[in-house]
């Protein structure tokens, strides 16, 4: 893709992704701090994407002209910390790359178009969503009435996200009623079984969150924090892309869990 011109402004883009993601009214954790985080000198050209704004995509997304990075884990998940070291040198590289960084967390895994979930959904072939999994005021994920054996399930969430798949097989061999929150929502299954699921695609959870789903009937799928979670910021980046005539591209840096 070649390169844009500067003719397209930060602040209509940042206007316009606060209103599509509702960012405003959406809650989230403490330290997500959704939306802008760093600003730029106001100018446009290249658009990138990314999960997690970690020193070696800012690094990458700096070196390859990124002029506004889309992430879904944003600078600032130890909180509020001293610009010392990493913390430092991230900032560094964005300002003088004069790169503004913006972050969707929990409005980017619940939005029914651009989100993790819907999108992870929809690769599964799952229709008609109910919302699902209340978090921090409001559903995030996704439930659906299905009938589709595990293993096929399985086969599907493995080619969606391009690598293995854990399985916890403590419910129904045929799924019929499957919840989707992407991340590390493993260790909220019982939450999710007391919402009526016998099947839970989630990304990570912790040890005992394995025969918790056994022992509640529950089968969880455990498909990658990060893996699952690359859709959403994918999706935006390539909706600004168009609506805005900005090459865009993704950086990706798995971490493998």
């Known amino acids: 893709m070649g390169g844009g011109i500067k003719d397209m402004h930060l602040n209509e883009v940042v206007a316009y992704l606060n209103a599509l993601l509702g960012i405003p009214e959406f809650g989230d954790f403490p330290n997500a701090l959704n939306g802008l985080q760093i600003e730029n000198s106001g100018g446009l050209s290249r658009i990138g994407a990314a999960v997690d704004a970690c ?3 800012i690094r990458e997304a700096a070196a390859a002209g990124v ?9 600032s998940w130890g909180g509020l910390a001293p610009l010392t070291g990493a913390a430092y040198r991230k900032t560094r590289t964005a300002i003088n790359a004069d790169m503004a960084v913006y972050s969707a967390h929990l409005p980017l895994d619940a939005h029914p178009r651009f989100g993790n979930n819907a999108l992870l959904a929809g690769r599964l072939g799952l229709e008609n969503p109910e919302p699902f999994f209340s978090c921090a005021g409001q559903p995030i994920g996704w439930k659906f009435d299905a009938e589709i ?5 399985r086969n599907l969430l493995e080619r969606a996200v391009e690598g ?3 399985l916890a097989p403590g419910g129904p061999v045929v799924a019929r009623k499957i919840g989707v929150v992407t991340g590390g929502a493993g260790g909220d299954v019982a939450r999710a079984a007391a919402e009526g699921v016998d099947t839970l695609v989630t990304g990570e959870g912790p040890h005992w969150s394995f025969t918790a789903a056994e022992e509640l009937g529950v089968n ?10 690359t ?3 994918k999706a935006l980046a390539a909706h600004l892309s168009e609506k805005y005539a900005l090459p865009w591209q993704f950086f990706d840096h798995p971490t493998g869990l």
């Open 55 to 57: 020193e070696p995509v």
């Open 67 to 75: 002029d506004l990075l889309l992430v879904h884990h944003g600078l």
């Open 149 to 153: 054996s595990r293993e096929i399930l």
């Open 164 to 166: 293995p798949v854990h």
């Open 220 to 229: 969880l799928f455990y498909a990658g924090h990060y893996a699952t979670e």
């Open 231 to 233: 859709f959403g910021v």
